[in-house]
């Protein structure tokens, strides 16, 4: 599914689109180890026709399914891109594709949408991260340790 724009309708009026795209459709070959496009994208958007583009402004969200990048713990986080606008450009050499009477906003709104990625979520601002490994399986819990890790090679006769 694409989010496509009849251009004739544009002709004599504003456009909005209220919608959703799944995530997956959206990014299809996105991949990213602690990220995760698994739900589907919210837009509300207002499409204008200028003289060489299209103005679209209007609101994108989402929620994204995340592994904290410091405890690996899995969470959901909202993203949203509450003012977004673009100037798509109908003619030159970053113009939009436009096939018979319909433009695809699809590849503007998924720039958008990874340019807000966070690049290390966090499932909070406290995470400390991962607890740290038990002490190595040598040296018996409870019990002090005063010797050091090379006092075998001080043993050695030479």
């Excluded at 919210?42 to 399914?65: C, F, I, N, P």
């Excluded at 977004?84 to 436009?98: K, M, N, R």
Aim: charge should be negative; include cysteine; glycine fraction near 4%.
């Amino acid at each position: 599914m694409s989010l496509k724009v009849n251009m004739r309708l544009l002709e004599t009026e504003s456009v909005c689109l209220d919608a959703d795209i799944p995530g997956l459709e959206l990014a299809p070959d996105f991949q990213d180890e602690l990220i995760r496009l698994v739900h589907p994208v919210e837009y509300e958007l207002t499409v204008d026709k200028q003289a060489d583009g299209l103005l679209v402004v209007g609101r994108l969200s989402t929620r994204l399914e995340c592994d904290c990048a410091r405890c690996l713990k899995t969470f959901l986080l909202l993203l949203e891109v509450p003012e977004f606008s673009a100037l798509v450009p109908l003619t030159g050499e970053d113009a939009i594709v436009v096939e018979g009477d319909f433009v695809d906003l699809t590849p503007v709104i998924r720039e958008d949408i990874l340019i807000a990625l966070p690049t290390s979520p966090l499932c909070s601002r406290e995470c400390r991260g991962l607890k740290p490994k038990a002490e190595s399986n040598d040296v018996h819990v409870g019990e002090s340790s005063t010797t050091s890790v090379w006092s075998a090679l001080n043993n050695l006769k030479l």
